[in-house]
């Protein structure tokens, strides 16, 4: 079974910084992309950024030259740095997953979310 555990979420000022964290576990074979999703009140899910595992990165035009994604393959972790925060960038984040696990079954897993607030 795998499990997606997410961690770093929080208060913030706007202009300050956080750093998330998600760490797949389980019956692990490959992990194909780690994304980062957010969803504000009211609206839909949408991408804040993506990472495959040869590192190459995608992100939403938002976010971009403010947040980073990685990741740490021997640990099946993806973080998000995310600097210069906004109030606009106050959502729940999820972590998300596209990987094999047990008998080479292809699917994507979801964090349970991490609230992150920024207000003064």
């Known amino acids: 079974q795998v499990q997606l555990v997410e961690s770093g979420g929080g208060l913030v000022q706007p202009g300050g910084s956080l750093r998330l964290s998600c760490a797949a576990s389980?019956?692990?074979?490959?992990?194909?992309?780690m994304a980062w999703y957010r969803q504000a009140p009211g609206k839909q899910r949408e991408l804040v950024a993506r990472?495959?595992?040869?590192?190459?990165?995608d992100y939403a035009a938002s976010v971009k030259d403010r947040f980073t994604i990685s990741r740490d393959n021997a640990k099946n972790t993806v973080y998000l740095q995310m600097n210069s925060l906004k109030p606009e960038d106050t959502a729940v984040y999820y972590c998300?997953?596209?990987?094999?696990?047990?008998?080479?079954?292809?699917?994507?897993?979801w964090g349970q979310g991490t609230q992150v607030t920024v207000s003064s």
């Open positions: 990472i495959t595992f040869a590192g190459s990165t």
């Open positions: 389980g019956n692990i074979l490959s992990i194909n992309y």
């Open positions: 998300n997953v596209y990987l094999a696990a047990g008998s080479w079954s292809w699917r994507e897993y």
